[in-house]
């Protein structure tokens, strides 16, 4: 049965405003251990380290035309797939379908048509500090993370009250539900127990909508047994064991379907595994990448050399674009709605 290798980096948990680790990603790649060993040691014949691991390669130039090599035969030759998530893009969103999206709901409107969330939450991430103010804007993120975290009345008056201290008036379609109304079922829909900011789910989703797609038939899936991943691995044990019939359309080019051809998910030592090792190569650079991109930083490979390397369908992106236009083009007749009920009523805990 065909497996699937995966490693996650920057995982910060409910924390999406973590300035050291601003993307959060992970990679699956289809490949035995004994094909990821040879590959290791054809790129890295020198290599005393125990473990295969992109920051300590990295650092070292001499290192990078192997490491580029190697991500090339692994992307010629073996079904990979690479999501990575702005993480403030990723809480923007998260506060639109919490502090937002129930007050139209109980209007009958469909917030999610054609994707339009996506849209707003990337005029809040570039514009929104223009239009609300800087600092009120910064202390409305912190305040909304808090209030899903904390769940107290506290945090949730502290919300209220830092929707209302920006200039909410300026963009009342995201900022009216919470500054002028204080809609309690948006501050229902926080406080629900469950309800969190982390967003290994998003990247999990994505990664099984991929992997379902290059699979042709029952697959699985391994990887490290380190304590980020354990949230990868719940998740990806619910959906597994999850028996229900449905299909919703995610994009013009994603959709997911259940039951799962996913059949079973388990954990190994990536010392032990030179597969999983190869997926930390694989996620490390793209996050490395994504943070020299956005002048973030400035050591590690060359961004556009490593982009280079990817087929369209091999890396998946979640940022923010105020292509508006080509934004709800992609998204055109989304169900994300019916998704995300589908998710809350099957996966919630």
């Not at 992307?75 to 990575?84: A, D, E, F, P």
């Not at 991430?125 to 910064?138: E, R, S, W």
């Not at 900011?197 to 990887?223: F, K, N, Q």
């Not at 190994?268 to 956005?294: F, W």
Request: aromatic share 8%; hydrophobic share 40%; charged share 20%.
């Amino acid at each position: 049965m065909e497996c699937y290798r995966i490693d996650e980096s920057g995982y910060t948990g409910f924390d999406l405003l973590n300035q050291e680790q601003p993307f959060q990603g992970a990679t699956a790649i289809a490949i035995e251990d004994d094909e990821a060993a040879r590959l290791i040691l054809e790129h890295f014949p020198r290599l005393q380290a125990a473990e295969l691991k992109y920051r300590a390669l990295s650092r070292r130039k001499g290192n990078h035309p192997r490491l580029l090599a190697l991500m090339r035969d692994i992307l010629s030759h073996h079904k990979c797939v690479t999501h990575v998530c702005d993480k403030r893009f990723l809480l923007l969103l998260k506060f639109l379908d919490y502090a937002v999206e129930p007050f139209y709901y109980e209007r009958g409107i469909d917030f999610y048509e054609n994707g339009q969330n996506y849209s707003l939450a990337s005029i809040l991430y570039y514009i929104g500090p223009q239009l609300l103010g800087d600092q009120a804007m910064a202390s409305l993120e912190r305040a909304f993370q808090d209030a899903m975290k904390l769940k107290t009345p506290a945090a949730l008056a502290k919300l209220v009250a830092c929707a209302q201290q920006t200039k909410w008036q300026e963009l009342p379609e995201a900022m009216g539900p919470l500054a002028r109304f204080a809609a309690p079922e948006c501050l229902g829909a926080i406080a629900t127990p469950g309800a969190t900011t982390d967003i290994a789910l998003v990247i999990v989703v994505a990664l099984i909508t991929r992997m379902e797609a290059m699979s042709d038939g029952p697959y699985r899936v391994e990887h490290d047994q380190s304590k980020n991943l354990l949230t990868y691995h719940d998740v990806l044990q619910r959906q597994i064991d999850h028996v229900g019939n449905a299909e919703f359309r995610q994009s013009q080019i994603a959709s997911i379907r259940f039951p799962l051809k996913l059949t079973a998910v388990t954990q190994v030592d990536s010392k032990r595994s030179p597969a999983v090792q190869l997926a930390d190569i694989m996620i490390g650079a793209a996050i490395e990448m994504t943070q020299r991109l956005s002048n973030r930083i400035s050591d590690g490979l060359d961004p556009q050399t490593v982009m280079a390397l990817y087929a369209e369908d091999q890396i998946i992106y979640m940022l923010p674009s105020l292509d508006i236009e080509g934004q709800m083009a992609f998204r055109n007749g989304t169900q994300a709605s019916a998704l995300i009920d589908y998710y809350a009523k099957h996966f919630s805990r």
